[in-house]
């Protein structure tokens, strides 16, 4: 950093009064202190790996349906998994749900404080807890996310990979060295603020950063490399065939193992190979409505979809848990996003 901390934090902390963005779980005239220390923490639960502007209508909704801590904690499963659609990474919604049970059950309902007992708790990780302590608490905890990693790598001049265990490291206590006794909340959404509308990862608009004179990227005109790019690797592609498998009025849903990707959510029925005998029902000609491609993390899917009508409604034992589901009755039923994709495409088609 160049120049003295003091003047970084004030600089930084003057933009963020001025320009921060008006986030349904941030303060503000329509909403007075003090900061509600559940809103922080589904918030920041929703916000890992997710872009604001899709965390937005998913945080109103829930906020709007299970409004407290404690209704979090006493709802079913299904039905977080179901306000949760389409978010993805639903082990999130999993342990935050566990969390909560374990704070009414064992901590009186009240969140914790402190980083030491947040991360007791079910998926609250190092980050989470350091967010929740300094900004729904007061407590001054670094956070290091993408952005605040971005942030420090170039005011620093660190052009190391910041992914790397030591520099990693490095970077949180850099977190921890930075983060003021005043204002520490402030301080990290500010920082996060930064990385997410002024130090992107290609072209920052360094003439709008508040703190420009104290970044050495900047002074040293590397800031487009800082931090290096991430080496690109070939994600696997797998193929998927959905059959969408209707009698009289009703869909056949699958229940999903309860642990892996997706875990205890519902989906039409779903095998490797397109051949109706697979099917654990006996179906009429199967004929295709829709494909589509799905990305995660580390592999690539394409789902083709069909539409059939079953013969029977008994199906075969594949030690799946499945149902009839009338359409009016489908939106009761977490679904995986490859699974409403699949729905509109098949109402699309006006069957």
Partial sequence: ???????????????????RRDLPWRVSEDRPGPLDPYHVLLSETMLQQTQVATVIPYFRRFI??????????AAPEQEVLRLWEGLGYYSRARNLRSAAQKIVADLGGRIPSKVIDLQELPGIGRYTAG??????????????????????????GIENDPREKQTHEKLWQRAQDLVPAARPGDFNSALMELGATVCRPRN????????????RAAADDTQDRIPPARETRPTPLYRRYIYCIRRRGRWLLEQRPETGRWAGMWQFVTIETPDPNLLPVQVREPRPVGRFSHQLTHRRYQFHVFIADAISAQTRDTGRTRKWVRVCDLDRYPLPRPHILALQSVLKGGV
């Fill in 1 to 19: 950093m160049i120049g003295s901390l003091a003047q970084f934090t004030t600089r930084l902390l003057n933009w963020y009064d001025a320009h």
């Fill in 64 to 73: 709007e349906r299970l409004p407290t801590l404690a209704d979090l904690a």
């Fill in 131 to 156: 967010a929740v302590a300094s900004i729904a608490f007061g407590e001054p905890a670094p956070v290091l996310d993408g952005n605040v990693m971005r942030v420090l790598c170039r005011i620093d």
């Fill in 204 to 215: 920052p608009q360094c003439l709008l950063c508040p703190v420009r004179r104290h970044c």
